[in-house]
């Protein structure tokens, strides 16, 4: 079982700082790109940042120069690190990776999402 582990979410103010962490546990063969996506209420999940292995990130416009992704592969673990935070960044944060899992000598690829970690920006 390959499982994606969010925390790291809260209550921030206009123009303050957070960082969402994203753990991978389980069967773990490799990690390959890892993504951070964001969904509000009644709107579709979007991507925010990506990121991969080798340390190719992408930004949604929205937030480039505001988030940064990074990742470490010894921990199978992606941050988010997110400033100048806006209200409009509300939003439940979601993880989301492409895990390889080895059974019997198969490799098989696995999307899988986090449960997701609310962050509010509000004053």
């Known amino acids: 079982q390959v499982q994606l582990v969010e925390s790291g979410g809260g209550l921030v103010q206009p123009g303050g700082s957070l960082r969402l962490s994203c753990t991978a546990s389980g069967n773990i063969f490799r990690i390959d790109d890892m993504a951070w996506y964001r969904q509000t209420v009644g709107k579709q999940r979007d991507m925010v940042a990506s990121?991969?292995?080798?340390?190719?990130?992408n930004y949604a416009d929205s937030v480039k120069g505001r988030f940064t992704i990074s990742r470490d592969n010894a921990k199978n673990t992606v941050y988010l690190q997110m400033s100048d935070l806006k209200p409009e960044d509300t939003a439940v944060y979601y993880c989301n990776a492409d895990i390889g899992v080895l059974t019997t000598d198969i490799l098989h690829t696995l999307n899988i999402w986090g449960q997701g970690t609310l962050v509010t920006v509000s004053s």
């Open positions: 990121m991969s292995r080798g340390g190719e990130g």
